[in-house]
């Protein structure tokens, strides 16, 4: 599935830009109404990457009320889309950024059965990229689950 | 400041309890309209938590659309009492829960100059309490900007 990631107007927002380095590292899932929602390419954590379109954000405060209840909902879609697919133990939410500046919000499906288990995963090890076959089915999963 | 952190009544919710590993690690600044915020008491990071006194929360999908859409303000406003007061270079906005698995959101202020920096800072270091006037001080400075 391809769309328009790199160049998109939102209504009367201002063309957004991903960051080049969220765009070499995931795999675009859907398009929501305020965020992108991307599949982190790391087989070791079902990883779903949550991207406001909105130029110019760094911090999740830096949303607007409407926009912040907006992406809480979307984080929310998100979220219910891993639990209903993989089952996890427990979910993590971060918006943390001191890398890639760029307003982006990690949802990550945990398991005391994962390497970085009970730390958090980001630096926990190298990215695992999905053999292609299943970096289809986990997509169309996904995109399902979405929907 | 105290209040009856432990058992306190939120309308129509259930009675709601603090996890015990929370209140060990923290002291309390103050109560807001869903969530009581408390601080870490770690003063390698100006580090703070917000808690939806909501029983029986795991993950951020497990508040319904209303309450996620209150505690989402109050993240917003304990990180915008961090940026008050220590003018961060990042916040980092967390909700993990793999060791204390009753909901609970990080709100951390973040420096390059930090012993973490650029990763997280949850399993990084060994928590380093604040002397008992610098702690009375930090607690005043953000109960002031909660305001």
Known sequence: MTFGLNLQENGNHHLFELDPRLAADTTPITQ?????????????????????????????????????????AEIDRASKALKQIYRPHKLNVGALGNIVEQL??????????????????????????????????TCKALQAALK
């Open 32 to 72: 929501l109404d305020r965020s992108m929602v991307l599949l982190m390419r790391d087989q070791t954590y079902p990883w779903l990457i949550v991207v406001p379109q909105i130029e110019g954000l760094r911090d999740f405060d830096d949303l607007d009320p409407d926009d912040r209840n907006r992406v809480g």
């Open 104 to 137: 982006h919000i990690h949802v990550i499906a945990r398991f005391p059965s994962d390497p970085a288990w009970p730390g958090p995963v980001w630096g926990a090890g190298e990215r695992i990229d999905y053999a292609p076959g299943e970096l289809a089915k």
